[in-house]
């Protein structure tokens, strides 16, 4: 329910420039490249790592386990929309407005931002799903992992553009 959304606007995304020019891979290589695998294992380990803060800081901080359970949750949701954000490019920035040029990936984070607010403030998805009403505070807190999954994205990717630009990333083979 949650990830479907973002994949299939994936899917209708604008094609990457220049695609059809580009030399096809040779056959059996895997298009999961080292710097798809680093990418996905540090932004799992970002959200991950934030999720879990979040639960042992909000049962601390705000004496509820289910209140931090809420927040860890809505969370989780906050980062999706980041990383569908982040990932229609490997190397290219969201801080762009082109960032905004999908009607269908508009759509799936419209709905998804959604979705995350009625979750804690319509009874039927607080008794269903176990969460609880949140305050604009506890809100804010929820919202700190996908900030933080945001700019640590972005460091990396520019260190990717800085890379590819200085070619120290290259091989040379003869």
Not at 37 to 49: A, M, N, Q
Not at 135 to 162: D, N, Q, S, Y
């Amino acid at each position: 329910m949650v990830n479907a959304p973002f994949g299939f606007a994936l899917g209708f995304d604008r094609e990457t420039p220049g695609l059809m020019g580009l030399k096809p891979r040779p056959r059996g290589e895997s298009v999961l490249t080292r710097p798809v695998f680093v990418t996905v294992g540090l932004s799992g380990l970002v959200v991950t790592v934030g999720l879990l803060l979040l639960l042992s800081l909000g049962q601390a901080y705000f004496g509820s386990a289910e209140v931090a359970t809420t927040i860890a949750f809505t969370a989780f949701a906050m980062c999706l929309i980041v990383a569908a954000v982040e990932c229609r490019s490997e190397t290219g920035t969201a801080l762009t407005i082109a960032t905004f040029d999908s009607k269908q990936m508009n759509w799936a984070m419209l709905g998804e931002f959604v979705l995350a607010v009625l979750v804690i403030k319509m009874d039927v998805f607080n008794k269903l799903l176990g969460t609880t009403d949140l305050t604009l505070t506890e809100f804010f807190w929820a919202l700190v992992p996908a900030v933080a999954l945001l700019i640590l994205w972005e460091a990396g990717k520019a260190v990717a553009r800085w890379r590819k630009g200085s070619g120290a990333h290259r091989v040379n083979r003869t």
